[in-house]
T-cell receptor, first 113, second 113 residues
Framework: EAQVTQNPRYLITVTGKKLTVTCSQN?????MSWYRQDPGLGLRQIYY???????DKGDVPEGYKVSRKEKRNFPLILESPSPNQTSLYFC????????????FGPGTRLTVT | GNSVTQMEGPVTLSEEAFLTINCTYT??????LFWYVQYPGEGLQLLLK?????DKGSNKGFEATYRKETTSFHLEKGSVQVSDSAVYFC????????????FGDGTTLTVKP
């Protein structure tokens, strides 16, 4: 089954404790992206990657890091989480040509206390 | 930059009512346009798409037509069901910028029996 998986689905952590949210896709997509969803703010892009070893900032990259060492994986790293990073996070992937329709993971709900 | 403006919600309808959710966009060039749907507790999934002017996307009784002259992509359904209750996102992908996606803020639809 074609899918994007994220882990963990739920995470409660404390300020400053480094964490990683994993994302993996099995559709051989070149393009992968991370978004955060907050009430009243819609979906905002954090980082994206056009291919292996190619990443770029989205609209709200501050406080986040990413890496793309393999085509299928695109982890999101919070080196020192803060309460304002409490949010619902989505990973998405697509082919880098064509219509660019995206496939989304199920989401990770992060709470930073 | 690109932008997508959606009709503000929430929208509450009775079963079998007619649905319209307005969406207008600003973009350079000729983007592809999408409607994504997010059911409670899930990630976004593609509902329908249109890739060029006057194209009509349709799926599950929903329709939207790419109107270049009015830069709009309004979502319609003739008779909504309780199971259509969800958050609906209008989005575009920019072919001149490696497919970068821009999302509207989302419109929450609740359908009552």
């Amino acid at each position: 089954e074609a899918q994007v998986t994220q882990n963990p689905r739920y995470l409660i952590t404390v300020t400053g404790k480094k964490l990683t949210v994993t994302c993996s896709q099995n559709m051989n997509h070149e393009y992968m992206s991370w978004y955060r969803q907050d009430p009243g703010l819609g979906l905002r892009q954090i980082y994206y990657s056009m291919n292996v070893e190619v990443t770029d900032k989205g609209d709200v990259p501050e406080g986040y890091k990413v890496s793309r060492k393999e085509k299928r994986n695109f982890p999101l790293i919070l080196e020192s989480p803060s309460p304002n990073q409490t949010s619902l996070y989505f990973c998405a992937s697509s082919f880098k040509q064509g219509t660019y329709e995206q496939y989304f993971g199920p989401g990770t709900r992060l709470t930073v206390t | 930059g690109n932008s997508v403006t959606q009709m503000e919600g929430p929208v509450t309808l009775s079963e079998e009512a007619f649905l319209t959710i307005n969406c207008t966009y600003t973009a350079t060039g000729y983007p592809s346009l999408f409607w994504y749907v997010q059911y409670p507790g899930e990630g976004l999934q593609l509902l329908l798409k249109a890739t060029k002017a006057d194209d009509k996307g349709s799926n599950k009784g929903f329709e939207a037509t790419y109107r270049k002259e009015t830069t709009s992509f309004h979502l319609e359904k003739g008779s909504v069901q309780v199971s259509d209750s969800a958050v609906y996102f209008c989005a575009l992908s920019d072919h001149t910028n490696a497919g970068k996606s821009t999302f509207g803020d989302g419109t929450t639809l609740t359908v009552k029996p």
